[in-house]
């Protein structure tokens, strides 16, 4: 048989050789139907049974789960039964119910597709993943309902390379290392909790791979190369004995990285570089530690609001903030104000969908219409602020308006504050994210504002190229080292620089270590990043020395095309540290 090559994404490095175990994880086939009134009553109890279930079924889960992988990993399982709580699922599905007369089965993926409507038109790539939350929790409810046993991976005795359609995070937590090498998926993105839980815990995988079901048997030999989001099924001798070079060369790299998670992230003439965290719930708050990082650099505040039918509360805000801060201390927490828009804040506020929602109410723009939502959240964060290693930070300013407007709103809820006698800090430093062009455009009026900016690269490329990364026909256009969008960053760079105040960056493009000696030429000096690429970029900025990086930086911004610039970085990295380059 002749070797098959399958391509998909990149979920968590390392590179894997051993037999495939086709694990079923097809979703529950159930049928909607129409019920009588007089059945009403017993299809509620039946579905508010099978929600009891699972809320059991994961608290024993986390209990058992807590005494061997510890509480740092288990946040999934604190957002799936919260899930389980949540009146746009429960009461949603209920309402169907009743109003529908629908059985309990049919009423649940009704209310399920509704959800995952709405997270369809979240820009944010990230949060528009946990739709997929949503989703798995409403299969453990139907699995309940009919009666359907799951198989365990916690039963798998053999070595085995995983392969399924798709998998829940309760599928990665109950991973045992010792028999599980990796897996790989059909379906799935970076970004989902599967993919953010196995690179957490140093599991290879790769997925969206489409069609690699089809193509395994249990008992295959597989190739899972998680560096590049490929696996090869029957492979030949020569790619066999590739591969297994590949693969000792990586654990020794996996060993070196190790030994820099104490070590800061400093040049080799003494220039140090903070490399931070991106965290979206306060569980993660010592991850980034856990990985060499130091602090928080973005702190993504919309879980407070998504998935529910009310608003946080002020007191909500406050207890979470002070959690992340209180577990990051000493080093610092940068945690975004609201950053979607009013279709997603609360479903009893009524706001229309919006034909564009990248470019409509979202942001500040939302917070601004929506005072009393944004008072509530900055009251929140200025009382978490006596934790002295709290910043706030401002999505999606375009203008000095805007600004001028947040800046108003936070003196006023400091006065209201003072005036209660509640404690906040009252120099909290204020920063903005430069993710539109015409903020990099002003970057040196936007610097007599503020204390500090952060670029946020992912929502700055799409909107400088006119590019949707989902669009399949124009993402290979997505291109951090595009000349317009290095020139945008050496704009803003050089009006922090004139400011005389810390630059930093939280998009993907922090978090690959190609960039990490171009941005340190630059002058960013806080890279924030999915935690699992802190050891890599540390690696990169301990390489180097700052006149390289600028050297490289300088040679990057010559080039007239991406393609140019991109063949220049690697050019540089495998001509100034070949071995380096070799491993990344």
């Known amino acids: 048989m002749h070797e098959k090559i399958h391509r998909g994404i990149v979920a968590s490095p390392g590179i894997v050789i051993g037999r495939a175990y086709l694990l079923d994880r097809r979703k529950v086939v159930v049928a909607g139907r129409r019920i009588e009134d007089v059945s009403v009553k017993d299809e509620v109890a039946r579905f508010k049974k099978a929600v009891e279930l699972s809320k059991v079924q994961l608290e024993d889960l986390k209990k058992r789960l807590s005494k061997e992988l510890g509480k740092s990993h288990l946040y999934i399982l604190e957002t799936h039964i919260m899930l389980l709580e949540d009146k746009m699922l429960v009461d949603g599905t209920v309402k169907r119910i009743r109003e529908s007369l629908l059985n309990a089965e049919g009423a649940l993926k009704e209310t399920i597709a509704a959800i995952g409507l709405k997270f369809d038109t979240i820009e944010d790539e990230y949060l528009r993943e946990r739709k997929h939350d949503v989703e798995q929790v409403g299969e453990r409810i139907l699995r309940n309902l009919v009666g359907h046993k799951q198989e365990s991976l916690a039963n798998i005795r053999e070595e085995a390379v995983i392969i399924a359609h798709d998998l829940a995070p309760t599928d990665t937590l109950m991973m045992r290392k010792d028999k599980i090498l990796g897996f790989a998926t059909d379906a799935g993105s970076r970004t989902s909790h599967t993919a953010i839980l196995a690179r957490s815990l140093g599991i290879p995988a790769a997925v969206g791979l489409e069609t690699i079901t089809a193509s395994v048997k249990t008992g295959d030999v597989v190739i899972l190369d998680g560096i590049h989001g490929v696996v090869i099924v029957d492979p030949d001798e020569a790619t066999f004995l590739d591969y297994l070079k590949k693969q000792r060369k990586y654990k020794y790299f996996e060993l070196e990285l190790e030994k820099l998670k104490t070590l800061p992230a400093e040049t080799l003439d003494g220039h140090v570089i903070q490399l931070q965290g991106n965290i979206e719930l306060?569980?993660?708050?010592?991850?980034?530690?856990?990985?060499?990082?130091?602090?928080?650099?973005?702190?993504?505040?919309?879980?407070?609001?998504?998935?529910?039918?009310?608003?946080?509360?002020?007191?909500?805000?406050?207890?979470?903030?002070?959690?992340?801060?209180?577990?990051?201390?000493?080093?610092?927490?940068?945690?975004?104000?609201?950053?979607?828009?009013?279709?997603?804040?609360?479903?009893?506020?009524?706001?229309?969908?919006?034909?564009?929602?990248?470019?409509?109410?979202?942001?500040?723009?939302?917070?601004?219409?929506?005072?009393?939502?944004?008072?509530?959240?900055?009251?929140?964060?200025?009382?978490?602020?006596?934790?002295?290693?709290?910043?706030?930070?401002?999505?999606?300013?375009?203008?000095?308006?805007?600004?001028?407007?947040?800046?108003?709103?936070?003196?006023?809820?400091?006065?209201?504050?003072?005036?209660?006698?509640?404690?906040?800090?009252?120099?909290?430093?204020?920063?903005?994210?430069?993710?539109?062009?015409?903020?990099?455009?002003?970057?040196?009026?936007?610097?007599?504002?503020?204390?500090?900016?952060?670029?946020?690269?992912?929502?700055?490329?799409?909107?400088?190229?006119?590019?949707?990364?989902?669009?399949?026909?124009?993402?290979?256009?997505?291109?951090?080292?595009?000349?317009?969008?290095?020139?945008?960053?050496?704009?803003?760079?050089?009006?922090?620089?004139?400011?005389?105040?810390?630059?930093?960056?939280?998009?993907?493009?922090?978090?690959?270590?190609?960039?990490?000696?171009?941005?340190?030429?630059?002058?960013?000096?806080?890279?924030?990043?999915?935690?699992?690429?802190?050891?890599?970029?540390?690696?990169?900025i301990r390489s180097v020395r700052m006149r390289d990086a600028v050297e490289l930086a300088a040679l990057v911004m010559q080039q007239p095309t991406a393609l140019r610039a991109r063949k220049t970085a690697e050019t540089f990295m495998e001509e100034r540290f070949p071995e380096l380059a070799a491993e990344l």
């Open 282 to 540: 306060p569980e993660e708050a010592t991850s980034a530690a856990d990985h060499g990082g130091t602090g928080i650099g973005l702190y993504r505040t919309e879980f407070l609001f998504l998935n529910r039918q009310t608003l946080p509360t002020e007191e909500e805000h406050y207890k979470a903030y002070c959690h992340v801060a209180e577990r990051a201390a000493p080093y610092d927490v940068v945690i975004r104000t609201l950053d979607v828009g009013g279709d997603k804040v609360g479903m009893s506020l009524g706001f229309e969908k919006e034909a564009n929602p990248a470019l409509g109410l979202r942001a500040i723009r939302f917070c601004l219409q929506k005072r009393d939502i944004f008072r509530i959240q900055l009251r929140g964060i200025l009382r978490a602020s006596v934790h002295s290693n709290i910043k706030i930070l401002i999505p999606m300013i375009s203008g000095l308006t805007e600004l001028y407007e947040t800046k108003k709103i936070i003196e006023e809820v400091k006065a209201e504050l003072r005036a209660e006698g509640k404690a906040f800090n009252p120099a909290v430093k204020l920063g903005v994210m430069i993710e539109i062009p015409s903020a990099a455009m002003i970057a040196d009026l936007l610097a007599r504002e503020v204390d500090f900016f952060s670029v946020g690269t992912n929502d700055l490329i799409q909107y400088t190229l006119a590019i949707d990364r989902q669009n399949e026909h124009v993402a290979y256009m997505y291109e951090p080292l595009d000349p317009a969008v290095l020139r945008l960053l050496q704009r803003v760079a050089d009006a922090a620089q004139e400011a005389k105040f810390p630059l930093a960056m939280c998009g993907e493009m922090a978090g690959d270590p190609l960039y990490a000696a171009i941005l340190l030429g630059m002058g960013f000096q806080h890279l924030s990043m999915n935690v699992a690429s802190i050891p890599w970029v540390k690696r990169v």
